[in-house]
């Protein structure tokens, strides 16, 4: 079992950065990928950006250039440096883990921008 915390949301003007932190209760190599999530009110919850084991990522087209996943091994620990924010930003913001045959998810953090 991992338990997954966000940390680091809150209220930003657009145009303003935020770093998104995601502690993991073990050791994060026991998961094939981290990934971001985030759900605006009234819409699906979409992927933001996925880092694998082997440090490759991936980003959702409308946050490419601007948002960047790593990774801190040692720290257990994947952030999401978020840059150039939006309005269409805003959304509760989630950390993922990819297990064998289940996926883990923290509990969430709001991110909000304002215009």
């Known amino acids: 079992q991992v338990q997954l915390v966000e940390s680091g949301g809150g209220l930003v003007q657009a145009g303003g950065s935020l770093r998104l932190s995601c502690a993991a209760s073990g050791s994060i190599l026991r998961l094939n990928a981290m990934g971001w999530y985030r759900q605006a009110p009234g819409k699906q919850r979409e992927l933001v950006a996925r880092?694998?084991?082997?440090?490759?990522?991936n980003y959702a087209d409308s946050v490419k250039g601007r948002f960047t996943i790593s990774r801190d091994n040692a720290k257990n620990t994947v952030f999401l440096q978020m840059s150039s924010l939006k309005p269409e930003d805003t959304a509760v913001y989630y950390c993922?883990?990819?297990?064998?045959?289940?996926?883990?998810w923290g509990q969430g953090t709001q991110v909000t921008v304002s215009s």
């Open positions: 993922q883990g990819s297990g064998l045959s289940i996926d883990y």
């Open positions: 880092i694998s084991n082997g440090g490759n990522t």
